[in-house]
């Protein structure tokens, strides 16, 4: 890689390099903030149309099908282009990137607030999903191109913290936007964070990029595509269609197939590969990832369990329900900016090992103790134990796979961080949602005796229908009502004890083979300033 002297020249003349070409601490505060913002803007966006739905159908005349494709789309895109645009980025240069996918985020995002048809919205969540690839990998990629070793873990620190809390920040804001106002206002925050992170990274973050003696990956590049949105599609589809419909069997044959064209033919490119894979052999590499994907599938998932418990069982509203997610999120953002140093005194695979056990003991507090009489407060312990766990566990985890890719492939180690956190999204959903469900229906079965078979058949549907049908059952709502709740309850001890298990499988693996204290990994940077610049 080389350094443009010129640029570097320009920066500090703005104030933004110290005299040896370093940045300065007020530049990487901003750079820090920038980088951020736009990552808020990503996220946020990625659940925020699902507290919209009922308006969405409403608007557009359109079908749940059509309503769910408006939603996935967008997270299907996102996961699909994220490798082949993070590796682009490290070659074209990382500001060029960013400002390039802030623009395309931007525009789509004022599209679909001016959608008048469901086809507009989905071209424009499709652009929108295009951006976002753009801009997720460049965010983290910027931060370990641009921050000095000794701040890069509390750097990497905030920004998980954002990408973990920042979803559960983006319903609360959607829904209170819903609720107030109008569902074209849930595209009006991200243009917002989109114009602000624009600005300041035109005026604040420094260009890096980096040169290869190597033709782009194309086939590697298609192959991840296709491989990506086989199998998110297949996880996305079999909750809904079924597991054993053609589509969802269709897409994960292709999605395992491409997969494994894709490991075949990177092992062949070898250096000059997308991805190398021969990198996962390295403890920290394969250690990272495998944390995030179970920790953010036991997040998604829990997130499946807990609106309708706090909506269908409890009674509340969409903004309350978010809002009481809200101290789970605050917590995990606090002990993500916690974990850098606690990583530092006792090792990150300590760090990672303790946050993944109190993951696990938040998961079976809320197992043991939830109950419908007990409500909110019988599952906020369960909540800020997961909340702290997590955040805990993702910092190291995030920064044990940008350390173990080579300085000049961060753009793609930063989108295999986001990959693993989506396939585990798209995981964790699909999964615990299967157990949840499978759990009521078996629970209800023995708890509808004597009422009649119209509505004992919407009631095993799910507790939502079953508060429906118990509205015109006169006498025997209230025996139908405490069924679908007991049977709820039921389910999700099912779901969170398979949490525990999932967590526990995966703190023995991290005591074993987590990264070492003392390990340097291969992409491992020494010099910030060898970055700065192009």
């Not at 990832?289 to 706090?310: C, D, E, K, N, R």
């Not at 990150?348 to 993951?359: E, F, Q, V």
């Not at 009489?373 to 044990?400: I, K, N, R």
């Not at 405490?482 to 969170?496: D, K, L, P, R, T």
């Amino acid at each position: 890689m080389t350094t443009n002297r010129s640029a570097q020249a320009a920066t500090a003349a703005s104030g933004g390099l110290r005299a040896d070409g370093a940045p300065s601490a007020r530049q990487l505060r901003s750079v820090l903030i920038a980088v951020c913002v736009a990552l808020m803007a990503v996220i946020a966006s990625v659940s925020g149309l699902n507290v919209a739905q009922p308006d969405l159908a409403v608007a557009f005349d359109a079908s749940q099908s059509t309503i769910l494709w408006i939603i996935n789309i967008y997270t299907l895109t996102l996961a699909a282009l994220l490798l082949p645009l993070g590796s682009l980025g490290d070659r074209l240069g990382r500001r060029l990137m960013l400002i390039a996918g802030l623009t395309v985020f931007g525009l789509a995002s004022v599209v679909g607030g001016l959608a008048r048809s469901a086809e507009v919205m989905l071209a424009a969540r499709l652009l929108s999903g295009v951006g976002a690839a753009m801009i997720m990998p460049i965010t983290l990629a910027v931060i370990t191109s641009t921050f000095p070793a000794e701040g890069r873990g509390r750097a990497i620190g905030v920004w998980t913290g954002v990408a973990g809390g920042g979803g559960i920040l983006g319903m609360f804001l959607s829904a209170a936007l819903v609720d107030v106002a109008s569902w074209r206002w849930l595209f009006v925050l991200p243009v917002v964070l989109v114009v602000v992170a624009l600005v300041m990274a035109l005026r604040s973050v420094p260009d890096s990029r980096e040169t290869s003696g190597h033709s782009f990956d194309t086939v590697g590049a298609l192959t991840s595509v296709v491989a990506v949105v086989g199998l998110i599609f297949s996880l996305q589809a079999g909750p809904e269609r079924g597991w054993s419909a053609p589509a969802t069997l269709t897409g994960l044959v292709v999605g395992l197939l491409a997969a494994v064209c894709f490991v075949a033919w990177e092992l062949r490119r070898r250096d000059a590969s997308l991805l190398d894979v021969r990198l996962f052999r390295e403890r920290g590499l394969a250690c990272g990832s495998i944390t995030l994907l179970a920790v953010f599938g036991v997040q998604a998932g829990i997130f499946v369990v807990l609106f309708p418990f706090l909506q269908a069982v409890l009674g509340w509203s969409g903004l309350l329900s978010t809002l009481a997610l809200m101290p789970m999120a605050v917590l995990m953002m606090a002990s993500s900016g916690l974990a850098p140093k606690l990583a530092e005194r006792v090792g990150p695979r300590t760090t990672m090992a303790a946050g993944i056990l109190l993951a696990g003991a938040g998961l079976a507090l809320m197992a043991a103790i939830v109950s419908v009489d007990g409500g909110y407060l019988s599952v906020l312990p369960g909540m800020l134990a997961m909340g702290a766990g997590m955040g805990l566990s993702m910092t190291p985890s995030t920064e044990a796979i940008t350390t173990s890719l080579p300085r000049d492939r961060q753009g793609v180690a930063s989108a295999l961080n986001d990959v693993t956190r989506e396939f585990g999204t798209a995981l964790g959903v699909a999964l615990l949602g299967a157990l949840l469900s499978a759990g009521y229906r078996g629970a209800i079965d023995d708890k509808l005796a004597g009422l009649p078979r119209g509505a004992a058949d919407r009631a095993r549907e799910g507790v939502a229908n079953a508060m429906q049908a118990a509205d015109g059952e006169g006498p025997r709502a209230r025996q139908l009502v405490h069924a679908a709740q007991q049977s709820f309850v039921e389910g999700w001890q099912q779901a969170m004890w398979a949490g525990v298990a999932a967590m526990g499988a995966l703190f023995l693996y991290v005591l074993a083979r987590g990264p070492r204290r003392d390990s340097q990994a291969p992409g491992r940077h020494t010099e910030a300033a060898d970055t700065v610049g192009v």
